[in-house]
């Protein structure tokens, strides 16, 4: 994940409104790394997820559309 030089100095910024100890720009960038894989894992999963969810609600969809064409044909 890369990150911009703006996002950390935000960051400074709002650390120095607050009266907070800054952090250094490396350590930023090593959080941001961190917290870049973990999103990155949570997403895949959730991509997942909603794969399967849309088959299934594909799936019943299909099904239903079949039921009813076949009891259309029968009446």
Do not use: C, P
Not at 5 to 19: D, M, P
Not at 53 to 68: G, L
């Amino acid at each position: 994940m890369e990150v911009s030089l703006g996002r950390l100095v935000k960051v400074n910024t709002f650390l120095t409104t607050l009266n907070i100890t800054l952090i250094a720009n490396r350590n930023l960038k090593k959080m941001d790394a961190r917290a870049g894989e973990a999103i990155k894992k949570i997403s895949t999963k959730s991509d997942a997820r909603a794969g399967e969810a849309i088959k299934k609600i594909s799936t019943k969809s299909y099904n239903k559309a079949a039921i009813d064409a076949y009891e259309k044909e029968m009446e």
